[in-house]
């Protein structure tokens, strides 16, 4: 099952070294479709951090993103190494 949310960018951030922090907050109105995503999602917040510059440039003030949250598979656990160097 995937739930799909609306949010949109509030804070782009330069904090030095090339590293970007972004922040996201659920939209709330400006058009119907932001209307019916606020009913469901009325508050949270996302950030995220990046040093990849080609990635941080995806991200401007204001820009709406759809946020689809899927569950990941779990993966296998890893077994315990057998000699110790």
């Given at each position: 099952m ?5 949010f ?27 209307d019916?995503f606020?009913k469901y ?6 950030t ?9 440039e995806?991200?401007?003030l204001?820009q709406e993103f759809?946020?689809d ?7 296998a656990?890893?077994?315990a ?5």
């Amino acid at each position: 099952m995937t739930v799909r949310a609306k949010f949109k960018v509030t804070n782009v951030n330069d904090l030095g070294e090339g590293l970007k922090s972004i922040s996201m907050m659920p939209v709330y109105g400006g058009s119907p479709e932001n209307d019916q995503f606020f009913k469901y999602t009325p508050s949270g917040q996302i950030t995220i951090g990046t040093i990849n510059a080609a990635a941080a440039e995806q991200f401007n003030l204001n820009q709406e993103f759809y946020v689809d949250f899927t569950p990941a598979s779990v993966p296998a656990p890893v077994a315990a190494p057998t000699e110790v160097i």
